[in-house]
């Protein structure tokens, strides 16, 4: 219930803090109050659609772990059954260890290429402008159709990608890189960089911008070099956006999917399957939806903790 | 806060409530045939690889019919799960054309109705499939019609046939002639590759290759479906050729992680000499004209043949309105009108007393699915989905370890079979 109370609290803290102190002690109460009314109006509307979309679902979920719930047929109440189920599924275990792989792998890579565009574009003049758009325009590509677009680039004896290698005399046209896991790992990771690292460098590139220049200079005449000025200067100040892209991008990798389920259907040999992807399997072929949700559930709790972790972090590194 | 809970605790009971309710959705009215012709609207479900002939047959039933009838295209890939949602929520449709593989799960879930008195008073009962007959039977009870039929047969490239030496009129009857043509196919350059399949795709081996351990005088599933056989010596038999014929290098890359899309376009595209596939893929190929194609029975390991028998049943659901005119839908779709307007679509028909005279006559090549449609077999669980569709699963997996993966067949039968016994047990 948190988001709840911190939209409540933003929508009256004007109203109790920020007034004439003028004013007869009684009024103030009854505008206060009348502010706060007026503030649990305004967010009634999110209120509601959070409820509809996402208290009410979990619960939903929350309530259908605790049984055996086919998709069709008769549903049995096995109170934690599935979650001990859950601890023995050997597929499950090495698809959230393959997840926690996924995501030790992308997240420094995504945060690298967020930065070194982010620094790249960071100069004033158009021909800057030209590529901040050109390492953007990934983004606003659906996952599906770019996983598709990759997939077609790197088949073997038909993907473009392969073709320009192999005249180049580093691959051969029908070389099949989706065969080995490492193979496989690496076109799925490219995949997500070329799509994800412009999102995150345009968040970067707002953090930068927020560094007072006068900081920089004043380094600079101290005698700092370039390095320096990185290491001392921009890196701590840029730690609140750093904290926040880092949450987003440990949350996608936690949940991928797509990417897996569309460009290696969990192969070679079921060593790319994800928790989602499990998760899916689960449900939608075994029919087994009180299971499904029950590994949700695991889930969501895992990736509350890892995010919850990482907005300490991002509070103790803000100093205001 | 606690108020909020509170309520959100009733929402869900409720929600709950009426999803069990809907659940076992079955209606006690059932289907009366005794008030004159049937009238009104009933829907139909169907999926979009089936859209081309779906149509036409829509259109003919409405034209000569007081009960009409409305085709909603389902994409193929989700619609065992949107068909279970929908029905589960109780706005499922009143008819069904299914894949007749997840039949026995359907029926046992009891969303379908049962039709066991009237399909026995169909004068051509007998004449209908037989292996779609016994998909649609659960516990001794009809719930589905044989509707369309598909076979899974040997397509080679009589042009690679010729420039290999080969004959294309004697086609390869055992394990080793066919890889015998297929080094020689793969000897004719570094772009032809002798065989390919789809090491990834459980739906498509449970078609393609199964018929090889059926030919061979095995199985992969007791005639009951409660048990596995997966670790049978016709399976290890199968398994050890296919793996020979990808250690001697006459696949191409692509097949170890092909989910079914490559090889089709490989064999068109003519890089392929041989390719199991289905009555389909004479569409696609006839329309094309590219490769001139023959088509042979798929061999056992020292003779034999056998062929996987596909296709739809269609349904009556129990949850219907209109039963009545449901039912008249569903009877209309396997009679001779019908199943006429199937074939002049390149649609092998279910009745094995039209095959010939409707459909086998079209092409000689169409006489091998005519063949088919009789002695072909298909495996009967109510957990087919989880056994051989899923890609991940443990028939997709064995396969794929073994023939690309280096690792011990008896082994990865092993654990397959266990596995599959484990989902067995534990049921949909």
Redesign the interface.
Known sequence: MAPQTSLTDTATSPGASGHTPALPSRRRRSLTKSRSALGQVVVAPALLLLTVFFFLPVALMLWMSLHKWPLLGKITFIGLGNYTAAFQDQNFLRAAGFTLLYTVIMTPLLLLVGVALALLIRRPGRAARVFQSIYFLPVVVGFAAAGYLWLFMAQPNLGPLLDLLSRAGLASHSDNWFGTVVGALAIVCGMVVWKVAGMQMLLLNSGLQSIPVELEEAARIDGASRSQVFRYIILPLLRPTLALVLVFSVAGSLLAFDQFFIMTSGGPANQTITAVYHIYRVSFLGFQLGYGAALSALLMIVLAIVSAFQMLILRNSDHS | ?KR?RLA??A??AA??LSA?AC??SSSSESIDTSSGEPTGTISLWARDSQKGFMDLLANAYNKSHKAQVEVTIVPSANFV?KF??A??GGSGPDVASIDLVYLPY?A????LEDITDEAAKLPYKDKLSPSHQRLSTFEDKTYALPFTAEASVLFINKDLFKQAGLDPEKPPTTYAEILDAAKKIRALG??TYGFTMAG?CGGCNIFEFTPSVWASGGDVLSEDGKTATLDSPQVTDALTFYKEMNDAGVM???A??D?GT?QP??FQAG?VGMVVLGAFFTQTLNTDKKVDYGIAPIPGKTGGSASFAGGDNIAVTAGSKNKAAAWDFVKWATDDEAQTILAKNSIVPVRTDLVESVYASADPRNALFSKALKTGKTPYSVVE??LF?????PWA?MI??SV??GVDIKAAQKKAQDASQQ?IKTG?
């Open positions: 806060m909020n959100a605790l929402i869900t929600l709950t069990t659940g076992g799960q279970g949602t029905t589960a359907f046992s879930t009891g969303v570094p772009d990834q191409p890359e692509a170890k992680t989910s490559a376009a490989l890089k989905n989880q569709n899923d890609n991940n699963g997996t794929n370890e690309f993966g989902i949909p």
